[in-house]
């Protein structure tokens, strides 16, 4: 089962206690060499309570025990 699904059907907001929600995994550049050649090796999930609206962010590399997202910055490198 994917981390996403996980979440989805575990959730209960903290701010309105809403049990809904939508997910989006967010790549974004680091600091120095990272930020100046854009290559996006931090990614997050983005969890939003579809009731209020207030987001959560996790790092999924925590939640699933591994580095993801590994070939898009590869790519990025090339591509930009």
Do not use: W
């Amino acid at each position: 089962m994917r981390i996403e699904q996980m979440i989805e059907e575990r959730f209960v907001c903290s701010k309105c206690g809403g049990n809904h929600c939508q997910t989006k995994e967010v790549s974004m550049s680091g600091a120095g060499l990272s930020k100046m050649f854009d290559i996006q090796h931090n990614h997050f999930l983005f969890v939003s309570c579809t009731n209020c609206g207030y987001v959560e962010v996790f790092n999924p590399d925590i939640l699933e025990g591994k580095k993801r997202g590994q070939l898009g910055s590869i790519l990025d490198v090339f591509f930009g």
